[in-house]
């Protein structure tokens, strides 16, 4: 599995808050969602965002409350991946079970820059700034995590696998 595209960068303690505005909690469909992820740290995110972008942060990404709504909002906005240096506990668990892809790599987090083009390949674990020509080692899915997402979550996984 890999995926490619433009990184959104943000910094340090990105939190649930910021990515989905709790005014915003009364739905749970995931295209609603999508209007309004990051429009409290990034008012143009919606605006700009394409199918397949990346967002790179620093450390603790997705702290705050454990709303799931936050990892949904992400990936029903087109986002391929996140990779950050650290993310909330509970976010990476509802990120996985929701199937939306992200990597620890401090390195990667740290150097990439917004508006980069970014691939990454989940097998490996291996993310190229095709802008820079560098590449970093972030960590790979275990296997059984790959087949979650792949199954677009955890809740499809269980359903095919009966």
Known sequence: MKASGIVHKYGDNVDTDVIIPARYLNSSDPAELAR?????IDPEFVKQIKKGDIIVANK???C???REHAPIAIKASGVSCVIAET?????YRNAINIGLPIIECPEAARAIEGGAEV???FDSGMIYDRTK???????AFPEF?????????L?????ENK
Do not use: L, P, W
Request: charged share 20%.
């Open 36 to 40: 309004h992820c990051m429009e409290d």
């Open 60 to 62: 603790n990404f997705g």
């Open 64 to 66: 705050g409350s454990s």
């Open 87 to 91: 993310f909330a506990r509970i976010f």
């Open 119 to 121: 691939e990454i390949d």
């Open 133 to 139: 020509g560098t590449s970093y080692q972030g960590q």
């Open 145 to 153: 995590m790959q087949k979650i997402i792949r199954a677009e979550g």
């Open 155 to 159: 809740m499809n996984y269980i359903n």
